[in-house]
Nanobody, 127 residues
Framework: QKQLVESGGGSVQAGGSLRLSCAST????????MGWFRQAPGKEREAVAS????????VYADSVKGRFAISQDNAKVTLYLQMNSLKPEDTAVYYC????????????????????WGQGTQVTVSS
């Protein structure tokens, strides 16, 4: 069964950096978008950043613009999220997602737009 696996989470002090990675356990065909989402305790899952895999265009949530950067490797096999200037409010479980249905073209930040998900990796930022 194909699935996404995240890595790179951990604990860091405010102002620090982390780099998350996401890889698939088996090749997934026709990925149109990939994204990073996060969910803090008691809150809904929210979009952090997404990338259109065809052209490489990236979009970011306002809360992370200028601090986070999403990227993919040349083979589009691995997705990354470079997180700089981390804040305590960035604390959450971070999930990787992929869309093979083109729903992301209508709503790139919608959780229902993505049909492959990872299990999540914890990011904790202390003040």
């Amino acid at each position: 069964q194909k699935q996404l696996v995240e890595s790179g989470g951990g604990s860091v002090q405010a102002g620090g950096s982390l780099r998350l990675s996401c890889a698939s356990t088996a090749y997934i065909y026709n990925i149109y978008c990939m994204g990073w989402f996060r969910q803090a305790p008691g809150k809904e899952r929210e979009a952090v950043a997404s990338i259109y895999t065809g052209g490489g265009n990236a979009v970011y949530a306002d809360s992370v613009k200028g601090r986070f950067a999403i990227s993919q490797d040349n083979a589009k096999v691995t997705l990354y999220l470079q997180m700089n200037s981390l804040k305590p409010e960035d604390t959450a479980v971070y999930y990787c997602a992929a869309d093979t249905s083109q729903r992301c073209y209508r709503n790139v930040f919608g959780t229902s737009s993505y049909n492959y998900w990872g299990q999540g990796t914890q990011v904790t930022v202390s003040s």
